[in-house]
Nanobody
């Protein structure tokens, strides 16, 4: 199994920046595609960004140009750099992993972290 632990969430003012981290256990980290998802109160969990085993990345349209996903296989860690944050970005952010290729679909991911809260004030 892959165990995931998110960190880096917190309170930030609109227009500010935040970097989330997700530490993964195991030596098979490099064989997984990784993703970030978020869920606001009363809403469905939605795709934010994903990164493949070779570093290719994809983003939801609303995040493109503001968020950047990256991975450091030597540290078994992925990151989500969030810039120009808006109040509507407020949500619990989840790290997820799946075998083989990256996906934008929540149901395709096999492993999930516990989530980290991001709150953007106006």
């Amino acid at each position: 199994q892959v165990q995931l632990l998110e960190s880096g969430g917190g309170l930030v003012q609109a227009g500010g920046s935040l970097r989330l981290s997700c530490a993964a256990s195991g030596r098979t980290f490099s064989s997984y595609a990784m993703g970030w998802f978020r869920q606001a109160p009363g809403k469905e969990r939605e795709f934010v960004a994903a990164i493949g085993r070779s570093g290719g990345d994809i983003y939801a349209d609303s995040m493109k140009g503001r968020f950047t996903i990256s991975r450091d296989n030597a540290k078994n860690t992925i990151y989500l750099q969030m810039n120009s944050l808006k109040p509507e970005d407020t949500a619990v952010y989840y790290c997820a992993a799946k075998s083989l290729i990256a996906s934008t679909m929540v149901t395709r991911y096999e492993y999930w972290g516990q989530g980290t809260q991001v709150t953007v004030s106006s």
